[in-house]
């Protein structure tokens, strides 16, 4: 295994940049993620880093040399695709096998890496068989293996859940996860998921147009986004966005919030976390998480967090473990995560306790983080 460093990386097809400078450190070891939506050149950052792609400008760092100028088989790496490119016409022992055998590696030893990497991934069973008779999940387990087998310094997945459906797609996450857990091996993961971005990664990078947003701990990207774009892209659902107008009152921070039927209601701002004192008398864009508004409890006001707000229920959707209430402040639709026994039924006025604490603002034009 090796650390990446990418460096300054821009990217033009003809006239059309579609990487904009693009600086990432991955340590030896670590589990990056890129994630964005789709054409925002995540898979052509992975192309240059494979050495499919030769880079306009910028540095491409695995190990302590740099690759800039070496040929992909040269560069150590090995690829996972959302389409597995399997060999049809071989049995997996030979898709596994075919690669080191081209390299005029001895037989022993090979047969002594497909073993090992058989074992890992649980294909030892279906070593005779052709990838046609595979399941999907089958077949994405050779094609790591493969990946695998040539014992790279870097390991880079493109998409590679996209094709299999919900439920696996849930369980090879955590089979790639636990994969890594044991061999260790750098990984940079591409995704569009960002579910899957949260729970495999160590640190992510999202991207939009050709720019890192932010690129941080899934911790920090889900508490700290750095701008609106992030706070909307990771979280399900979706973080809540309203404007609001902020007041201040002998040196307290608040949010006017008409909370419908022509009532308003002033969420009081932590001073720990306001930076709202050049804001008075301004609007900003409020975030805050559907699970930081939550039916009211004898609790939540014993703990002194009573931003209380009464509310009509719009629409109800229960999701098993909890229930989304939709309300609407100022004007906007917004989403809350109750307890499926406190939640209302559409018409009716329910207690909503905001935990202003994580609250989050943003610049009303740029969309930055206040
Ligand atoms: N070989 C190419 N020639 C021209 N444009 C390309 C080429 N490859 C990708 N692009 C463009 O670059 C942008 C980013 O593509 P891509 O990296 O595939 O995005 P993503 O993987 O994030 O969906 C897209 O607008 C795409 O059309
Ligand atoms: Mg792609």
Known sequence: MAALKIENIYKKFGSVEVLKGISLDVASGEFLVLVGPSGCGKSTLLNLIAGLETVSAGSIMIGDRVVNDI???????????????????????????????????????????????????????????????????????????????????????????????????????????????????????????????????????????????????????????????????????????????????????????????????????PREISPLAPWNDREVIFGIRPEQITEDTKRSRETGKNNIINCEVQVVEPTGPDTLVFIQLNGVEVTCRVHPAAARRPGETMALQVDMSKAIFFHPETGERI
């Open 71 to 269: 040929s992909p088989k040269d560069r150590d790496i090995a690829m996972v695709f959302q389409s597995y490119a399997l060999y049809p016409n071989m049995n997996i022992r030979k898709n596994l096998s075919f690669g080191l055998e081209t390299r005029k590696m001895p037989k022993a030893q090979i047969q002594e890496i497909v073993q090992k990497v058989s074992t890992l991934l649980q294909i030892q069973n279906l070593l005779d068989r052709k990838p046609s008779e595979l399941s999907g999940g089958q077949r994405q387990r050779v094609a790591m293996g493969r990946a695998l087998a040539r014992n790279p310094k870097v390991f880079l997945f493109d998409e590679p859940l996209s094709n299999l459906d919900a439920k696996l797609r849930v369980e090879m996450r955590t089979e790639i996860k636990r994969l890594h857990q044991r061999i260790n091996t750098t990984i940079v993961y591409v995704t569009h998921d960002q579910i899957e971005a949260m729970t495999m990664a160590d640190r992510i990078a999202i991207m939009k147009d050709g720019i890192v947003q932010q690129f941080d701990t899934p911790e920090n990207v889900y508490d700290n986004p750095s701008n609106r774009f992030v706070a909307g892209f990771i979280g399900s659902p979706s973080m809540n966005f309203m404007p609001a107008k902020v007041g201040i009152d002998a040196g307290q921070a608040f949010l006017i919030m008409d909370t419908g039927n022509g009532r308003s209601h002033k969420l009081t701002v």
